[in-house]
């Protein structure tokens, strides 16, 4: 049985990778049809080797950065965990980010590494939802900071952020009816019970609802106390990730077009959180392209766009296999 979980969790994760790299590989495809091919190819090999890796390691710094927040939500949480878990868990479920719409695919791997190491599904569900509150909070903040300052397609930039803040605020209220209104969650959970007879089961998703709720009321509670230090480490994780085009293009001898490009950053970052395709395939590409041609040279775009992912989005596919490998084996010998 549990080879055959195995073996039917392998193909689909072949398919989803597949499937994803095909759509990525095509977009590039379509933006190179529409440069010029041979100068497009003849710019990419000409880029200085050292910023490429500089560009790899903006982006392994950001792996590190958020295994650290990680690790401090989790203890915040009331669980202790090692770096070495937290980084495993960072790079597995980036794997599984990368194949599913809106990276959702990352969340559960990740919940249920934490629930291996001890800690119970409703604390490990409240520090994923912690990590994605405080990633919305930082994109809302930082491109209303950078809007203001490079007055970048004002326009499209406000209707992004504009559309992402009501999906943050709907979260936020349904999760405030959550820790305000605890006899709402009683009358749920006695409702279930009516409806499913008052299997086992339910007892279990009662319990863990609870800690949900508690472990999410303390996480809130510290994370404000805590302010400067989780309001820094999420800067970093995406800094780092947003400098990698910049780091690419002055490889390539172009101007780095810092607060233009970062501008540009968070746009794709908040329009890959939205549940379109697996890791934003395809859309990641071709939206990249039209926000960079207001400022990049028409020559330099396919191959920046090409190595942006490949330093970013497929290093994660890459690394994140393994660890996701090692991940879900282990727990399908439980």
């Known amino acids: 049985m549990i080879n055959k979980l195995k073996n039917k969790f392998g193909d689909e ?8 790299i095909f759509m990525s590989l095509t977009s590039i495809i379509i933006i190179l049809e529409f440069t010029d091919t041979s100068l497009s190819w003849k710019m990419a090999s000409l880029v200085r080797p050292e910023f490429l890796l500089l560009g790899l390691a903006l982006h392994i710094f950001s792996w590190v ?15 202790d965990i090692t770096f070495r878990l937290s980084l495993i868990s960072t790079l597995a479920s980036n794997f599984l980010g990368a194949l599913t719409p809106s990276s959702a695919g990352g969340e559960p791997l990740r919940i249920k590494i934490l629930a291996d190491d001890g800690m119970s599904y409703g604390s490990a569900t409240a520090v994923a939802v912690g990590e994605r509150l405080l990633d919305s909070i930082f994109f809302v903040g930082a491109l209303a900071v950078f809007l203001i300052f490079t007055n970048f397609l004002t326009g499209f930039g406000i209707k992004v952020g504009a559309f992402f803040l009501l999906l943050l605020i709907l979260l936020r209220a349904f999760l405030w009816q959550l820790v305000s209104h605890p006899e709402r969650i009683s009358g749920f959970v006695a409702w279930i019970k009516r409806k499913t007879g008052n299997r086992p089961i339910v007892y279990s998703l009662e319990k863990e609802i609870w800690a949900f709720r508690d472990a999410g009321i303390q996480l809130a509670r510290e994370t404000v106390r805590r302010t400067p230090a989780m309001a820094a480490v999420t800067a970093m994780i995406w800094m780092c990730d947003f400098l990698v085009p910049s780091a690419l293009l002055i490889g390539m001898g172009s101007d780095p077009s810092f607060l233009l490009s970062i501008t540009s950053q968070i746009i794709l970052a908040i329009i890959a959180i939205l549940p379109l395709t697996p890791g934003g395939s395809g859309v990641a590409e071709l939206s ?44 399908m010998k439980r």
Not at 65 to 79: E, K, Q, V
Not at 317 to 323: C, E, K, P, W
């Open 13 to 20: 994760k072949v398919r989803a990778g597949l499937l994803a």
């Open 288 to 331: 990249m392209t039209f926000l960079y041609s207001k400022f990049v040279p028409p020559l330099l775009l396919g191959p920046l766009v090409i190595l942006w992912r490949l330093a970013t989005y497929f290093s994660n596919i890459v690394v994140g296999a393994a660890f996701a490998g090692a991940s879900i084996n282990g727990m």
């Open 65 to 79: 950065f958020y295994a650290l927040r990680l690790r401090l939500l989790a203890s915040l949480a009331g669980h």
